[in-house]
């Protein structure tokens, strides 16, 4: 069983920047899939952004490319997400997610692929 606990969201202004966190608890964690997916009022749990832990390649939604940065700290089991040039669409509730598999770290995994899920971090651009 993983522990997964997000922090970090908040309110800004449209165009700044934000780093939400996840704190893992995992045995072998360099063999976890790590995740931020969030969800809108109405809307689907969109995935953002996922890391490999094991070799630190990672993916970006669309809508996010160049924008976010997913990174993992290996000896501290945190997961973080830098989220620059921020918009009022990035409103949202992220969810850090987690399971033991390299083969869903790739583009556009869906949520139901992931395991373990952190409550969530609220994050609200105006």
């Known amino acids: 069983h993983v522990q997964l606990v997000e922090s970090g969201g908040g309110s800004v202004q449209a165009g700044e920047s934000l780093q939400i966190s996840c704190a893992a608890s995992?045995?072998?964690?360099?063999?976890?899939?790590l995740a931020w997916f969030r969800q809108a009022p109405g809307k689907e749990r969109d995935w953002v952004a996922g890391?490999?832990?094991?070799?630190?390649?990672?993916d970006y939604g669309d809508s996010v490319k160049g924008r976010f940065t997913i990174s993992v700290d290996a000896a501290e089991q945190k997961i973080y997400l830098r989220m620059s040039n921020l918009k009022p669409e990035d409103s949202a509730t992220y969810y850090c997610?987690?399971?033991?598999?390299?083969?869903?770290?790739?583009?556009?995994?869906?949520?139901?692929?992931?395991?373990?899920w952190g409550r969530g971090t609220q994050v609200t651009v105006s």
């Open positions: 997610a987690t399971v033991r598999s390299r083969y869903v770290c790739r583009a556009n995994p869906t949520a139901d692929e992931f395991a373990f």
């Open positions: 995992a045995y072998r964690f360099d063999t976890y899939c």
């Open positions: 890391i490999y832990s094991g070799d630190g390649r990672a």
